[in-house]
């Protein structure tokens, strides 16, 4: 069974927000258009307490219950099974949906019989690769959807490297128009 996994569609990340992803909000219409090949549709949501070390490395973004850290206004949201939670922890970045502290992300795919996992959201090169290789690592079959991807680039090509890593990885890195219903 394959899966899609939505990472951090959240207003923080999206242009007005505290760390904005260049057209961040150009994932939300492909992320909504590929929902219903799936089966089972979850999410992760970066979810990060008020004083975190994460913030000595970043703007504050996507602190517990503000309006920054909900998800993008326009993102589907009705089809969502399940919402991992991460970087909820006063020490730790919680780059990966993997590091989910709401419930254990691992677990829940393998009790669900996903053996393929398909990544979209943001950002392409912090938490999208940190999620898509530990996929990779754990055994899923796992895709990255590039149309549905944007990266932080904070230096110039980050993203498209961050795409060379995942695919030198094994992750297969796959167009949002290529995805079957099967
Ligand atoms: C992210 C930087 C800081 C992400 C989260 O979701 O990619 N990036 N926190
Ligand atoms: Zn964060």
């Known amino acids: ?45 970066d979810w990060h307490p008020k004083d975190t070390v994460h913030f000595k490395k970043w703007p504050p973004h996507c602190v517990q219950d503000t309006k920054g850290a909900d998800f993008h206004p326009k993102l589907d949201t009705s089809k969502l099974k399940k919402v991992f939670l991460k970087g909820t922890r006063n020490k730790d970045d919680g780059y990966s949906a993997f590091e989910s502290t709401s419930a254990n992300l691992a677990e829940f795919l393998k009790k669900e019989q996903v053996d393929e996992l398909y990544v979209a959201g943001l950002a392409t090169d912090y938490c999208v690769k940190a999620t898509a290789l530990d996929a990779d690592k754990l055994g899923f079959e796992t895709f990255v959807v590039e149309d549905a991807v944007a990266a932080v680039n904070a230096k110039p090509g980050d993203g498209e490297k961050a795409l060379k890593a995942m695919a030198r990885a094994g992750v297969t890195l796959i167009s949002s128009n290529e995805i079957s219903k099967d």
């Open 1 to 45: 069974m394959k899966a899609l996994l939505i990472v951090d569609v959240q207003n923080d990340f999206c242009p007005g927000g505290t760390l904005a992803v260049p057209e961040g909000d150009k994932v939300v219409p492909v992320i909504n258009g590929i929902m219903d090949l799936f089966p089972l549709v979850i999410a992760s949501k």
